[in-house]
DNA sequence: TTTAGGTTGGGACAAATGTCCTTTATATGA
DNA sequence: TCATATAAAGGACATTTGTCCCAACCTAAA
Protein backbone atom coordinates (compact mmCIF):
# COMPACT_ATOMS: atom_id res chain seq x y z
CA UNK A 1 0.00 0.00 0.00
CA UNK A 2 2.88 2.71 0.84
CA UNK A 3 5.79 0.81 -1.19
CA UNK A 4 9.40 1.07 0.17
CA UNK A 5 12.40 -0.59 -0.85
CA UNK A 6 15.74 -0.60 1.16
CA UNK A 7 17.89 -2.58 -0.84
CA UNK A 8 17.08 0.11 -3.89
CA UNK A 9 17.58 2.99 -1.61
CA UNK A 10 21.51 1.64 -0.02
CA UNK A 11 22.55 0.63 -3.45
CA UNK A 12 21.48 4.48 -4.96
CA UNK A 13 23.22 5.79 -2.03
CA UNK A 14 26.40 3.82 -2.27
CA UNK A 15 26.82 4.35 -5.96
CA UNK A 16 26.10 8.62 -4.96
CA UNK A 17 28.72 8.88 -2.88
CA UNK A 18 30.92 7.36 -5.65
CA UNK A 19 29.75 8.96 -8.93
CA UNK A 20 30.46 12.66 -8.88
CA UNK A 21 28.98 13.48 -12.00
CA UNK A 22 25.71 15.18 -11.17
CA UNK A 23 24.73 14.91 -14.57
CA UNK A 24 24.05 11.80 -14.47
CA UNK A 25 22.94 10.97 -10.52
CA UNK A 26 21.96 13.46 -8.14
CA UNK A 27 19.85 14.02 -4.97
CA UNK A 28 17.00 16.74 -5.54
CA UNK A 29 14.24 18.23 -3.52
CA UNK A 30 10.79 18.80 -4.34
CA UNK A 31 7.74 20.77 -2.66
CA UNK A 32 4.45 19.05 -2.12
CA UNK A 33 2.73 18.68 -5.10
CA UNK A 34 5.06 18.92 -7.59
CA UNK A 35 4.80 15.92 -10.52
CA UNK A 36 7.58 14.21 -10.66
CA UNK A 37 5.93 12.12 -13.92
CA UNK A 38 3.30 13.73 -16.05
CA UNK A 39 0.92 11.24 -17.63
CA UNK A 40 1.89 10.76 -21.18
CA UNK A 41 4.43 12.99 -21.41
CA UNK A 42 8.15 12.58 -22.27
CA UNK A 43 10.59 11.68 -19.00
CA UNK A 44 14.34 12.15 -18.88
CA UNK A 45 15.06 10.85 -15.89
CA UNK A 46 14.54 7.94 -13.41
CA UNK A 47 13.83 8.74 -10.18
CA UNK A 48 14.42 6.74 -6.63
CA UNK A 49 12.95 8.34 -3.50
CA UNK A 50 15.07 9.08 -0.38
CA UNK A 51 12.59 10.87 1.76
CA UNK A 52 8.71 11.52 1.50
CA UNK A 53 5.72 10.08 -0.19
CA UNK A 54 4.36 10.11 -4.13
CA UNK A 55 1.38 8.91 -5.29
CA UNK A 56 1.29 6.77 -8.72
CA UNK A 57 -2.11 7.51 -10.83
CA UNK A 58 -4.13 7.46 -14.04
CA UNK A 59 -6.00 10.05 -14.93
CA UNK A 60 -8.96 8.36 -17.02
CA UNK A 61 -10.79 10.82 -19.71
CA UNK A 62 -13.95 10.95 -17.87
CA UNK A 63 -12.21 12.84 -15.24
CA UNK A 64 -11.65 10.02 -13.14
CA UNK A 65 -8.47 9.30 -10.93
CA UNK A 66 -7.19 6.03 -10.14
CA UNK A 67 -4.55 5.65 -7.57
CA UNK A 68 -1.82 2.95 -8.31
CA UNK A 69 0.57 3.14 -5.15
CA UNK A 70 1.54 5.39 -2.71
CA UNK A 71 5.24 5.39 -3.32
CA UNK A 72 8.08 6.21 -0.48
CA UNK A 73 11.80 5.53 0.48
CA UNK A 74 13.68 3.52 -2.12
CA UNK A 75 10.76 3.17 -4.15
CA UNK A 76 11.65 3.87 -8.15
CA UNK A 77 10.25 5.76 -10.41
CA UNK A 78 9.79 5.71 -14.12
CA UNK A 79 12.01 2.22 -14.54
CA UNK A 80 8.89 1.41 -17.14
CA UNK A 81 9.21 4.37 -19.46
CA UNK A 82 12.57 3.85 -19.52
CA UNK A 83 12.94 0.05 -20.10
CA UNK A 84 10.58 0.64 -22.78
CA UNK A 85 11.35 3.98 -24.42
CA UNK A 86 7.72 4.59 -23.66
CA UNK A 87 5.81 8.66 -22.55
CA UNK A 88 4.50 8.09 -19.12
CA UNK A 89 1.60 5.33 -18.26
CA UNK A 90 0.73 7.76 -15.45
CA UNK A 91 1.56 10.75 -13.32
CA UNK A 92 3.34 10.76 -10.04
CA UNK A 93 2.69 13.62 -7.59
CA UNK A 94 4.68 14.67 -4.37
CA UNK A 95 2.06 14.57 -1.39
CA UNK A 96 5.08 15.84 1.33
CA UNK A 97 8.45 17.44 0.31
CA UNK A 98 10.12 14.76 -1.44
CA UNK A 99 13.77 14.11 -1.70
CA UNK A 100 14.54 11.55 -4.26
CA UNK A 101 17.78 10.64 -6.73
CA UNK A 102 17.11 11.82 -10.24
CA UNK A 103 18.96 9.42 -12.63
CA UNK A 104 19.85 9.94 -16.30
CA UNK A 105 18.07 7.72 -18.64
CA UNK A 106 21.00 6.72 -20.86
CA UNK A 107 23.15 6.20 -17.24
CA UNK A 108 20.04 4.33 -16.35
CA UNK A 109 20.47 1.81 -19.02
CA UNK A 110 24.00 1.34 -18.63
CA UNK A 111 23.64 0.46 -15.29
CA UNK A 112 21.50 -2.11 -15.92
CA UNK A 113 23.33 -3.37 -18.89
CA UNK A 114 26.35 -3.48 -16.30
CA UNK A 115 25.31 -4.12 -13.00
CA UNK A 116 23.84 -7.55 -12.82
CA UNK A 117 22.93 -6.40 -9.07
CA UNK A 118 20.78 -3.42 -10.04
CA UNK A 119 19.37 -5.94 -12.63
CA UNK A 120 18.58 -8.27 -9.56
CA UNK A 121 16.65 -5.33 -7.53
CA UNK A 122 14.64 -4.05 -10.35
CA UNK A 123 13.32 -7.67 -11.69
CA UNK A 124 12.59 -8.29 -8.35
CA UNK A 125 10.62 -4.92 -7.65
CA UNK A 126 8.75 -5.27 -10.97
CA UNK A 127 7.82 -9.02 -9.64
CA UNK A 128 6.77 -7.84 -6.64
CA UNK A 129 4.55 -4.67 -8.31
CA UNK A 130 2.77 -7.32 -10.34
CA UNK A 131 2.27 -9.03 -7.32
CA UNK A 132 0.93 -6.05 -5.16
CA UNK A 133 -1.01 -4.79 -8.47
CA UNK A 134 -2.87 -8.12 -9.88
CA UNK A 135 -4.04 -8.92 -6.30
CA UNK A 136 -5.40 -6.29 -5.87
CA UNK A 137 -7.02 -5.59 -9.15
CA UNK A 138 -8.81 -9.46 -8.00
CA UNK A 139 -9.92 -8.39 -4.22
CA UNK A 140 -11.32 -5.09 -5.81
CA UNK A 141 -13.48 -6.26 -8.34
CA UNK A 142 -14.69 -9.26 -6.44
CA UNK A 143 -14.78 -7.81 -2.69
CA UNK A 144 -17.29 -4.78 -1.19
CA UNK A 145 -15.20 -2.03 -0.75
CA UNK A 146 -15.24 -2.25 3.07
CA UNK A 147 -12.49 -4.86 2.66
CA UNK A 148 -9.87 -2.29 1.05
CA UNK A 149 -10.90 0.31 2.95
CA UNK A 150 -10.19 -1.56 6.56
CA UNK A 151 -6.18 -2.13 5.20
CA UNK A 152 -5.97 1.86 3.95
CA UNK A 153 -7.44 2.93 7.47
CA UNK A 154 -4.73 0.55 9.19
CA UNK A 155 -1.76 2.22 6.72
CA UNK A 156 -2.57 5.73 8.00
CA UNK A 157 -2.49 4.20 11.45
CA UNK A 158 0.45 2.58 11.42
CA UNK A 159 2.12 4.86 9.70
CA UNK A 160 1.01 7.77 10.85
CA UNK A 161 0.37 9.51 7.94
CA UNK A 162 -2.59 11.26 6.71
CA UNK A 163 -4.28 10.69 3.13
CA UNK A 164 -7.01 12.61 2.13
CA UNK A 165 -10.62 11.57 1.47
CA UNK A 166 -10.08 12.33 -1.83
CA UNK A 167 -7.35 10.57 -2.43
CA UNK A 168 -8.47 7.07 0.01
CA UNK A 169 -11.20 7.01 -3.12
CA UNK A 170 -8.78 7.79 -5.78
CA UNK A 171 -7.54 4.25 -4.09
CA UNK A 172 -10.18 2.80 -3.85
CA UNK A 173 -11.39 3.40 -7.26
CA UNK A 174 -14.67 4.75 -5.65
CA UNK A 175 -16.26 8.06 -5.41
CA UNK A 176 -15.96 10.31 -2.60
CA UNK A 177 -19.97 9.41 -1.56
CA UNK A 178 -19.14 5.69 -1.58
CA UNK A 179 -16.16 6.24 0.87
CA UNK A 180 -17.82 8.81 3.07
CA UNK A 181 -20.85 5.75 3.20
CA UNK A 182 -18.55 3.09 3.91
CA UNK A 183 -16.82 4.88 6.46
CA UNK A 184 -20.04 5.64 8.45
CA UNK A 185 -20.61 1.77 7.50
CA UNK A 186 -17.80 0.27 9.84
CA UNK A 187 -18.51 2.25 13.14
CA UNK B 1 -5.90 -9.11 -23.36
CA UNK B 2 -4.74 -12.65 -25.19
CA UNK B 3 -0.85 -11.85 -24.86
CA UNK B 4 1.85 -13.16 -26.73
CA UNK B 5 5.61 -12.90 -26.90
CA UNK B 6 7.37 -14.11 -30.09
CA UNK B 7 10.70 -13.29 -28.79
CA UNK B 8 10.43 -15.35 -25.90
CA UNK B 9 9.35 -18.41 -28.14
CA UNK B 10 11.93 -17.82 -29.99
CA UNK B 11 14.57 -17.41 -27.72
CA UNK B 12 13.40 -20.68 -26.35
CA UNK B 13 13.02 -22.57 -29.36
CA UNK B 14 16.45 -21.98 -30.29
CA UNK B 15 17.59 -22.81 -26.79
CA UNK B 16 15.45 -26.20 -26.71
CA UNK B 17 17.56 -27.11 -30.09
CA UNK B 18 20.85 -26.82 -28.50
CA UNK B 19 20.13 -28.18 -24.73
CA UNK B 20 19.80 -31.89 -25.20
CA UNK B 21 19.52 -32.03 -21.86
CA UNK B 22 15.31 -32.87 -20.97
CA UNK B 23 16.35 -32.67 -16.93
CA UNK B 24 16.36 -28.93 -17.79
CA UNK B 25 14.21 -27.79 -20.45
CA UNK B 26 11.68 -30.15 -22.79
CA UNK B 27 8.86 -29.79 -24.49
CA UNK B 28 5.63 -31.26 -23.41
CA UNK B 29 2.02 -31.27 -23.98
CA UNK B 30 -1.02 -30.72 -21.93
CA UNK B 31 -5.07 -31.43 -22.48
CA UNK B 32 -7.03 -28.90 -22.20
CA UNK B 33 -7.95 -27.99 -18.59
CA UNK B 34 -4.88 -29.05 -17.14
CA UNK B 35 -3.48 -26.65 -14.40
CA UNK B 36 -0.31 -25.56 -15.06
CA UNK B 37 0.39 -23.71 -12.00
CA UNK B 38 -2.22 -23.98 -9.04
CA UNK B 39 -2.54 -20.82 -6.48
CA UNK B 40 -0.70 -21.49 -2.98
CA UNK B 41 0.99 -24.66 -4.35
CA UNK B 42 4.48 -24.98 -5.09
CA UNK B 43 6.14 -24.89 -8.58
CA UNK B 44 9.07 -26.59 -9.61
CA UNK B 45 9.11 -25.44 -13.38
CA UNK B 46 8.84 -22.20 -15.75
CA UNK B 47 6.82 -22.80 -18.52
CA UNK B 48 6.94 -20.73 -21.75
CA UNK B 49 3.89 -21.51 -24.19
CA UNK B 50 4.52 -22.91 -27.58
CA UNK B 51 1.07 -22.75 -28.61
CA UNK B 52 -2.83 -22.70 -27.18
CA UNK B 53 -4.32 -20.51 -24.85
CA UNK B 54 -4.55 -20.45 -21.17
CA UNK B 55 -6.12 -18.31 -18.43
CA UNK B 56 -4.33 -16.60 -15.10
CA UNK B 57 -6.80 -16.44 -12.20
CA UNK B 58 -6.73 -15.96 -8.66
CA UNK B 59 -9.94 -17.72 -6.97
CA UNK B 60 -10.62 -15.77 -4.43
CA UNK B 61 -12.13 -16.97 -0.58
CA UNK B 62 -15.74 -15.80 -1.61
CA UNK B 63 -15.43 -18.31 -4.20
CA UNK B 64 -15.28 -15.98 -6.81
CA UNK B 65 -12.42 -15.60 -9.82
CA UNK B 66 -10.57 -12.95 -11.45
CA UNK B 67 -9.21 -13.77 -14.93
CA UNK B 68 -5.61 -11.27 -14.64
CA UNK B 69 -4.48 -12.73 -18.59
CA UNK B 70 -5.36 -14.86 -21.12
CA UNK B 71 -1.52 -16.12 -22.11
CA UNK B 72 -0.78 -17.46 -25.54
CA UNK B 73 2.11 -18.24 -27.99
CA UNK B 74 5.59 -17.10 -26.08
CA UNK B 75 4.08 -16.07 -22.53
CA UNK B 76 5.88 -17.16 -19.97
CA UNK B 77 4.27 -18.61 -16.44
CA UNK B 78 5.93 -19.13 -12.79
CA UNK B 79 8.60 -16.56 -13.39
CA UNK B 80 7.73 -14.69 -10.34
CA UNK B 81 6.90 -17.28 -8.50
CA UNK B 82 10.76 -18.33 -9.33
CA UNK B 83 12.21 -14.50 -9.00
CA UNK B 84 10.81 -14.57 -5.67
CA UNK B 85 10.47 -18.27 -3.95
CA UNK B 86 7.16 -17.76 -3.30
CA UNK B 87 4.10 -20.07 -3.86
CA UNK B 88 1.99 -19.96 -6.65
CA UNK B 89 0.52 -15.82 -6.78
CA UNK B 90 -2.44 -18.10 -8.69
CA UNK B 91 -3.54 -20.19 -10.78
CA UNK B 92 -2.83 -21.30 -14.88
CA UNK B 93 -5.09 -23.42 -16.76
CA UNK B 94 -5.25 -24.30 -20.58
CA UNK B 95 -8.42 -23.50 -21.85
CA UNK B 96 -6.99 -25.68 -25.17
CA UNK B 97 -5.03 -28.07 -25.57
CA UNK B 98 -1.35 -26.60 -25.09
CA UNK B 99 2.29 -27.01 -25.93
CA UNK B 100 4.60 -25.66 -23.43
CA UNK B 101 8.41 -25.52 -22.50
CA UNK B 102 8.73 -26.63 -18.92
CA UNK B 103 12.33 -25.42 -17.51
CA UNK B 104 13.76 -26.63 -14.21
CA UNK B 105 13.95 -23.71 -12.21
CA UNK B 106 17.70 -23.91 -11.15
CA UNK B 107 17.92 -23.89 -14.57
CA UNK B 108 15.78 -20.44 -15.30
CA UNK B 109 18.02 -19.01 -12.37
CA UNK B 110 20.90 -19.96 -14.28
CA UNK B 111 19.77 -18.17 -17.52
CA UNK B 112 18.85 -15.29 -15.25
CA UNK B 113 22.36 -14.85 -14.04
CA UNK B 114 24.31 -15.53 -17.57
CA UNK B 115 22.31 -14.64 -20.44
CA UNK B 116 21.83 -11.09 -20.98
CA UNK B 117 19.61 -11.21 -23.69
CA UNK B 118 17.15 -13.80 -21.87
CA UNK B 119 17.36 -10.77 -18.44
CA UNK B 120 16.35 -8.21 -20.65
CA UNK B 121 13.54 -10.18 -22.18
CA UNK B 122 12.27 -11.06 -18.80
CA UNK B 123 12.34 -7.20 -17.86
CA UNK B 124 10.49 -6.11 -20.75
CA UNK B 125 7.69 -8.71 -20.37
CA UNK B 126 6.91 -7.58 -16.64
CA UNK B 127 7.40 -4.17 -17.50
CA UNK B 128 4.76 -4.93 -20.33
CA UNK B 129 2.80 -6.87 -18.33
CA UNK B 130 2.68 -4.29 -15.30
CA UNK B 131 1.89 -1.75 -17.87
CA UNK B 132 -1.75 -3.73 -19.09
CA UNK B 133 -2.61 -4.73 -15.45
CA UNK B 134 -2.41 -1.41 -13.65
CA UNK B 135 -4.30 0.41 -16.66
CA UNK B 136 -6.90 -2.49 -16.86
CA UNK B 137 -7.22 -1.98 -12.81
CA UNK B 138 -7.52 2.12 -13.50
CA UNK B 139 -10.28 1.54 -16.47
CA UNK B 140 -12.27 -1.30 -14.78
CA UNK B 141 -12.82 0.89 -11.50
CA UNK B 142 -13.35 3.96 -13.32
CA UNK B 143 -15.44 2.70 -16.25
CA UNK B 144 -18.91 1.14 -16.65
CA UNK B 145 -18.26 -2.82 -17.79
CA UNK B 146 -19.54 -1.83 -21.27
CA UNK B 147 -15.42 -0.48 -22.04
CA UNK B 148 -13.96 -3.56 -20.91
CA UNK B 149 -16.76 -5.72 -22.69
CA UNK B 150 -16.45 -4.48 -26.21
CA UNK B 151 -12.41 -4.84 -25.98
CA UNK B 152 -12.92 -8.52 -25.26
CA UNK B 153 -15.53 -9.19 -27.88
CA UNK B 154 -13.08 -7.49 -30.63
CA UNK B 155 -10.27 -9.78 -29.42
CA UNK B 156 -12.40 -13.15 -29.84
CA UNK B 157 -13.69 -11.69 -32.80
CA UNK B 158 -10.31 -10.80 -34.43
CA UNK B 159 -8.47 -13.80 -33.25
CA UNK B 160 -11.54 -16.16 -33.93
CA UNK B 161 -11.44 -17.85 -30.69
CA UNK B 162 -14.50 -18.39 -28.12
CA UNK B 163 -14.74 -17.38 -24.35
CA UNK B 164 -16.89 -19.07 -22.33
CA UNK B 165 -19.40 -16.38 -20.67
CA UNK B 166 -18.27 -17.53 -16.90
CA UNK B 167 -14.80 -16.61 -18.22
CA UNK B 168 -15.82 -13.13 -20.11
CA UNK B 169 -17.66 -12.77 -16.85
CA UNK B 170 -14.49 -13.40 -14.49
CA UNK B 171 -11.88 -11.64 -16.71
CA UNK B 172 -14.37 -8.56 -16.13
CA UNK B 173 -14.73 -9.04 -12.60
CA UNK B 174 -18.52 -9.31 -12.73
CA UNK B 175 -21.46 -11.46 -12.12
CA UNK B 176 -22.52 -13.75 -15.09
CA UNK B 177 -25.98 -12.11 -14.51
CA UNK B 178 -24.15 -8.55 -15.23
CA UNK B 179 -22.34 -9.55 -18.34
CA UNK B 180 -25.61 -10.61 -19.66
CA UNK B 181 -27.03 -6.89 -19.10
CA UNK B 182 -24.16 -6.09 -20.53
CA UNK B 183 -24.62 -7.99 -23.45
CA UNK B 184 -28.24 -7.59 -24.34
CA UNK B 185 -27.76 -3.41 -24.29
CA UNK B 186 -24.68 -3.71 -26.71
CA UNK B 187 -27.88 -4.57 -29.20
C1' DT C 1 -34.52 -41.97 -27.43
C1' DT C 2 -33.96 -40.59 -22.77
C1' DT C 3 -31.54 -38.66 -19.04
C1' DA C 4 -28.30 -35.78 -16.72
C1' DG C 5 -25.19 -32.08 -16.62
C1' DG C 6 -23.59 -27.96 -18.26
C1' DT C 7 -24.23 -23.49 -20.58
C1' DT C 8 -27.02 -19.70 -21.58
C1' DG C 9 -30.62 -16.11 -20.89
C1' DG C 10 -33.47 -13.46 -18.21
C1' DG C 11 -37.34 -12.02 -14.32
C1' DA C 12 -37.87 -10.00 -9.71
C1' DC C 13 -36.15 -8.03 -5.96
C1' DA C 14 -32.32 -6.36 -2.77
C1' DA C 15 -28.12 -4.11 -2.12
C1' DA C 16 -24.43 -1.21 -3.58
C1' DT C 17 -22.82 2.70 -5.91
C1' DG C 18 -23.09 7.07 -8.48
C1' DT C 19 -24.94 11.74 -9.26
C1' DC C 20 -26.37 15.98 -7.72
C1' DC C 21 -26.88 19.10 -4.24
C1' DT C 22 -26.74 21.29 0.38
C1' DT C 23 -24.65 22.00 4.77
C1' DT C 24 -21.07 22.20 8.02
C1' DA C 25 -16.36 22.60 9.38
C1' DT C 26 -11.74 24.23 8.74
C1' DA C 27 -8.42 26.62 7.12
C1' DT C 28 -6.03 30.76 4.88
C1' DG C 29 -5.23 35.20 2.97
C1' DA C 30 -7.05 40.02 2.57
C1' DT D 1 -12.17 40.04 11.72
C1' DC D 2 -14.22 38.85 7.55
C1' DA D 3 -14.42 36.66 3.18
C1' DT D 4 -13.43 33.01 0.46
C1' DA D 5 -11.96 28.64 -0.82
C1' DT D 6 -11.49 23.87 0.27
C1' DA D 7 -12.32 19.48 2.69
C1' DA D 8 -15.70 16.74 4.77
C1' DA D 9 -20.34 14.77 5.62
C1' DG D 10 -24.54 13.29 4.21
C1' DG D 11 -29.80 13.54 2.07
C1' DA D 12 -32.55 12.18 -1.98
C1' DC D 13 -32.99 9.92 -5.95
C1' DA D 14 -31.41 7.23 -10.18
C1' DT D 15 -28.67 3.71 -11.90
C1' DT D 16 -25.92 -0.27 -11.67
C1' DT D 17 -24.85 -4.59 -9.99
C1' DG D 18 -25.63 -8.75 -7.26
C1' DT D 19 -28.50 -12.56 -5.57
C1' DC D 20 -31.68 -16.02 -6.18
C1' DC D 21 -34.45 -18.02 -9.02
C1' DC D 22 -36.36 -20.70 -13.18
C1' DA D 23 -36.61 -21.98 -18.07
C1' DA D 24 -34.63 -23.05 -22.57
C1' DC D 25 -31.18 -25.20 -24.99
C1' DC D 26 -27.41 -28.17 -26.17
C1' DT D 27 -24.46 -32.14 -25.77
C1' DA D 28 -22.76 -36.52 -24.37
C1' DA D 29 -23.46 -40.78 -22.13
C1' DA D 30 -26.72 -44.55 -21.03
Do not use: W
Not at 91 to 106: F, H, K, M, R
Not at 111 to 125: H, T
Request: with cysteine; glycine share 4%.
Amino acid sequence: MLRTNHFFLSFIENLHEKQANIEELSLKTFPKGTFLLKQDGRSSKVFIIKEGITKCFFSEENGKDYIVEFLSEGEILGEIEAIRNNNCLCSVETLTDVEAYAINIPFFKQLLEKDLNFQKLLLDELAERLINTSSRASSQQLYTIEYGLKKILELQYKQNIVISKEDMAAYLGITLRSLNRALTNLK
